[in-house]
C-alpha cells in the first residue's frame, strides 16, 4: 500500500496550482462554490482557456488530443481546479460522447467531431430520457426508421439539458422493433440546426435555465452519423451511463468548494458575540461534513488507483455517486444554515424609492444551489437505481 | 380528549379549502404568484369579507375571538393550497402583539380584521439569530416622542406590510430580557428605509432600516414587552405547524397517486418495494407532525414555560418532518418533482420557507433544551 504522492506528482501539482492561480474571474467563484453550473458562454471561455493550455481533454487519450493523464494526475488536476473555485468542465461533449466516439467511432467522425469538443467549438448535449422513459430507459419509442442513405427520426425526448444551447445532440432511437427492448435502438449524432427538431424550456424550482423537452418530427440524419452498428446503441449507452458515474467522481472533489463556502459564510454570521462558527452545535455539524467529504475523497482516490492500476472498481462509481448526491444535498443545505433567516431573500424586488435594493451576500445562490442538488439524486440514474445497480454488480441480487 | 376539529371547525377547514381549490389551482396559482398585485388584492378582501382575518382578534376588540384550533383549521387548508398570502403574520401574530387595549392598537386591529391593512412583526436583526431578546435597535424618547434608530434584517411577510410591529430596546443592554419595548411604525414613516425580497416560496419579506425615526407610537408598557412577543410569536408558530401539516399531507397524496399512476419497468412504480417504505415513511411524518402539532398547539401562548417548550419541540419535528416529506415528494416524482409546472416542488420550497420562518430547527432545539 502506497498512498502518497510520487515527487513527479507533486511537480505536477505545483505546475497547475501555478496554472490556476488568479486565473477564474472573481463573480463565478461563489456560483461555483454553490454547485452550479456557469452560464454557458462562461464555460466556453474556461474549456478554451484550458485547450489553449493542452489540457482542454484531461481524460483522453493523446493520441485523440487528450492530456494522456495518469488517474493520479487527473485526480491532482481536479483537485487544484477545485481549490482554484474553478468551474467542472461541461461533461456531455468530454466526458460522455466523446469517449464514444474515439472508441466506436470511424475515422471520419473521429475527425469530424473530436477537435471541436475540445476546443469548445462544439456544444453536444444527451437526447436519452422520454416521458415515458426516464428510470427505465429501455422503454424508449423515439424511432429511427431508415429511408434511404439517411434515417428519419420521430419522437419526444425529455430532460434534453442545455439543448437550448447546444450545436449538436446524441440521440438513442429506436430503429427496429425486437423482442428485448435492449435490442434495436442505435446511437445517432445530430446537427441541432437540422429541420425538424424543436426545443422547449422546462421550468425547474430553482428558477435557473438548464432543461428542455425535444421534439423530433421528420428529422433526417445521414447515416454516416450513426455510430458503431445498427441496433447496438444500448450498449454503447451503457458505456455512457459507466461513464457518467465516473464524472461525479470527478465532481466529488469539488465539494471542497462548498465546505470553504459553509466556512467563509458562518465565521461572517455572528450570533450575540460569538461567530457561528465558534458555536459547538454548528461547529459540530460542519465537521461531521467535512468528515463525509474526506471519506468520499478517499473513495474517489481509490477508484482513481484501481483505474491506475487496471483493476475493475465494480460498484464503486455507483456507491460515490450515491454519497455525492447526499454530500452535495447536505453541504449546500447547512450553507442555506449557515447564512440564517436572509437566505430566503431569494430575489431583491424592483422599483424601490429608497435606492436600489441589496441581498445579502451569497444571495440567490446558495439557495438556488441547495435547491438545485435536489436534481443530483434523480439525474444520471436516480439513488433508487443506483442501489439497485449495486446490489446487482456487487452481490449478485 | 379529541384531536379532531369540531363541526364547525370543519366547515372553517373546507370554506378556506374551496377558497384555495378554486384561486390557486394550478394556473391560477401562477398567476398569484407572479405578483398580479389587483388579483392579490381581491383574495385578500374574500378572504377579509369571510372573516377569516378576524379570526384571532378577541372579541372585545371587534374581532371573532378563535381559538388556536379555528386557527389551524384555517392555515392547514391555506398550506394544503398554498395559499401564499401573509395571513399568520398579519391576522395571528400581530393581533398577539396588538392586545394592550390602546386606541392605536385598536385602530390596526379594524383595519387587519377588514383587510385594509397588512401588519408585520420586525424582531430579528445581523447579531440577534432567531434570539428576541436580542434587540440592537433603539427608542430613545426625545422631547416626549421616540426616536428609532437600526436595523432589522429579516421581517418574515414583512413585503406587503402597511405596518411594522418592531422590538426596540428603550433600556438595558443589547442581550437582556428587560428592557424590550414595542413599537407600531407606518411603512412610509420619514426614517424608515424598507428593502423587499422575493422568497422561493412566493412569500415576500423584508429588510428595514430606522435612521433616527422620529414618533413611533409605543404599543404596552414600557422596557416588558419580552413575553408579549415570545407568546405572540409562539402563536404565530403555532398557525405555521397546521399550514406545514396540511401541505405535507397533500404532496403526500399526491405522490401517492403519482405512485399508482406512473408506470417503468413495465408496471406501477408504487409496486417497488422500496419506494413503498418511502410513501410509508412520509405518511408516519405526517402522522407524527400532526399529532405534535395539535398538541403544541392546545395551550400555544399560555403564560408558562411548559407551554413555550411543547411549541419549540413541536417546531422542530413538525419542520424536520416537512422537509423530508418535501425532499421524498420531490424524489419519488423524479425529474417531474424538479419541474416548475408540478405542484410538488411548491410544497418542498414552502416546507422549507416554513422551517426557518420564526426560528430555525436548530434555534428551537436549543430553547426546549433550555
Known amino acids: 500500500m502506497e498512498l502518497n504522492f510520487e515527487a513527479a506528482d507533486i511537480a505536477f501539482r505545483d505546475e497547475v496550482r501555478d496554472f490556476f492561480a488568479g486565473s477564474i474571474p472573481e463573480d463565478w467563484r461563489t456560483r461555483v462554490r454553490a454547485g452550479l453550473r456557469l452560464n454557458p458562454e462562461e464555460l466556453i471561455h474556461y474549456q478554451k482557456m484550458l485547450a489553449e493550455r493542452g489540457w482542454g481533454a484531461p481524460t483522453w487519450p493523446v493520441e485523440y488530443g487528450g492530456t494522456g493523464w495518469s488517474p493520479v494526475q487527473q485526480y491532482i488536476f481536479w483537485s487544484e481546479a477545485a481549490r482554484a473555485d474553478a468551474p467542472a468542465q461541461f461533461h456531455q461533449g468530454l466526458e460522455l460522447i466523446g469517449p464514444i466516439i474515439f472508441t466506436y467511432g470511424t475515422p471520419e467522425q473521429k475527425d469530424k467531431y473530436l477537435p471541436r469538443i475540445i476546443s469548445a467549438d462544439d456544444w453536444w448535449c444527451q437526447g436519452y430520457s422520454e416521458p415515458g422513459a426516464g428510470s427505465d430507459l429501455a422503454a424508449l419509442k423515439t424511432t429511427a426508421i431508415k429511408d434511404g442513405d439517411h434515417y428519419v427520426l420521430n419522437g419526444q425526448k425529455m430532460w434534453t439539458s442545455y439543448a437550448h444551447v447546444a450545436s449538436h445532440v446524441f440521440v438513442l432511437a429506436r430503429s427496429s422493433q425486437e423482442e428485448k427492448r435492449q435490442r434495436g435502438i442505435s446511437l445517432l449524432l445530430l446537427d441541432m440546426e437540422s429541420p425538424g427538431i424543436t426545443v422547449r424550456k422546462i421550468p425547474t424550482m430553482d428558477e435557473k435555465y438548464h432543461t428542455n423537452d425535444m421534439f423530433l418530427d421528420n428529422v433526417r440524419v445521414p447515416v454516416e452519423n450513426l455510430i458503431g452498428e445498427e441496433g447496438r446503441g444500448w450498449e454503447y449507452g451503457k458505456v455512457l451511463l459507466d461513464r457518467e458515474r465516473m464524472v461525479t467522481a470527478s465532481v466529488a472533489i469539488f465539494l471542497k468548494q462548498t465546505i470553504s463556502a459553509i466556512r467563509s459564510a458562518a465565521a461572517r454570521r455572528v450570533i450575540g458575540n460569538v461567530p457561528l462558527i465558534e458555536q459547538p452545535g454548528f461547529r459540530g455539524k460542519l465537521a461531521q461534513f467535512e468528515i463525509e467529504v474526506m471519506a468520499l475523497q478517499t473513495m474517489v482516490l481509490r477508484l482513481m488507483a484501481d483505474a491506475a492500476n487496471g483493476a475493475e472498481s465494480g460498484s464503486r462509481g455507483s456507491m460515490v455517486k450515491l454519497r455525492w448526491s447526499q454530500l452535495t444535498q447536505e453541504g449546500t443545505a447547512l450553507w442555506v444554515e449557515a447564512l440564517g433567516p436572509e437566505a430566503m431573500h431569494f430575489e431583491a424586488m424592483e422599483g424601490e424609492a429608497a435606492g436600489l435594493p441589496s441581498l445579502p451576500a451569497d444571495m440567490p445562490y446558495a439557495m438556488q444551489g441547495a435547491l438545485y442538488a435536489r436534481v443530483t439524486s434523480i439525474y444520471g440514474g436516480s439513488s433508487e437505481i443506483q442501489h439497485d445497480i449495486i446490489a446487482r454488480r456487487a452481490f449478485g441480487l | 380528549m379529541d384531536f379532531n376539529y369540531n363541526e364547525e371547525q370543519q366547515m372553517l377547514f373546507d370554506s378556506v379549502d374551496r377558497f384555495g381549490q378554486q384561486r390557486f389551482s394550478q394556473d391560477k396559482r401562477r398567476q398569484a404568484l407572479a405578483g398580479d398585485i389587483a388579483l392579490n388584492q381581491k383574495h385578500w378582501h374574500e378572504m377579509a369579507e369571510l372573516g377569516w382575518l378576524m379570526i384571532a382578534i378577541p372579541e ?188 405535507m399531507e397533500e404532496v403526500s397524496r399526491v405522490t401517492l397517486e403519482h405512485l399508482k399512476t406512473r408506470e417503468q419497468f413495465g408496471r406501477p412504480i408504487g409496486s417497488f418495494q422500496v419506494l413503498q417504505h418511502r410513501i410509508v415513511d412520509m405518511k408516519i411524518a405526517c402522522e407524527e407532525a400532526r399529532s405534535i402539532g395539535s398538541f403544541a398547539n392546545v395551550h400555544v401562548g399560555d403564560e408558562n414555560s411548559s407551554a413555550a417548550q411543547r411549541i419549540a419541540a413541536a417546531k422542530v419535528r413538525v419542520s424536520e418532518c416537512g422537509i423530508y416529506v418535501g425532499k421524498q415528494a420531490v424524489q419519488l416524482h423524479g425529474g417531474l418533482g424538479f419541474s416548475d409546472e408540478l405542484i410538488v416542488s411548491h410544497h418542498f420550497k414552502r416546507l422549507y420557507g416554513l422551517s426557518v420562518a420564526y426560528g430555525s430547527i436548530d434555534h428551537h432545539r436549543k430553547r426546549y433544551a433550555e
Not at chain 2, 391555506?78 to 390602546?102: E, Q, R, W
Open chain 2, 60 to 247: 372585545e376588540a371587534g374581532g371573532l375571538g378563535g381559538s388556536m384550533a379555528d386557527v389551524m383549521a384555517i392555515t392547514e387548508a391555506m398550506g394544503k393550497n398554498l395559499v401564499h398570502y401573509p395571513f399568520v403574520a398579519t391576522s395571528i401574530l400581530a393581533p398577539a402583539l396588538l392586545c394592550d387595549g390602546s386606541d392605536a392598537a385598536n385602530v390596526v386591529l379594524d383595519k387587519i380584521g377588514s383587510g385594509e391593512a397588512k401588519v408585520a412583526a420586525a424582531f430579528l436583526e445581523a447579531n440577534s439569530g432567531y434570539d428576541l431578546y436580542r434587540v440592537g435597535t433603539t427608542a430613545s424618547s426625545q422631547d416626549g416622542a421616540y426616536v428609532l434608530s437600526g436595523e432589522k434584517c429579516h421581517v418574515e411577510d414583512g413585503g406587503d406590510a402597511d405596518w411594522y410591529l418592531v422590538s426596540a430596546r428603550t433600556g438595558g443592554s443589547d442581550d437582556e430580557v428587560e428592557g424590550i419595548s414595542l413599537f407600531l411604525v407606518p411603512k412610509d414613516a420619514p426614517g424608515l428605509t424598507v428593502e423587499r425580497f422575493r422568497s422561493i416560496d412566493g412569500h415576500r419579506h423584508a429588510r428595514l432600516r430606522f435612521d433616527q425615526l422620529r414618533g413611533a407610537q409605543r404599543i404596552g408598557e414600557a422596557d416588558v414587552a419580552l413575553p408579549v412577543i415570545e407568546r405572540g410569536v409562539a402563536k404565530g408558530i403555532g398557525a405555521h405547524l397546521a399550514e406545514a401539516i396540511g401541505s
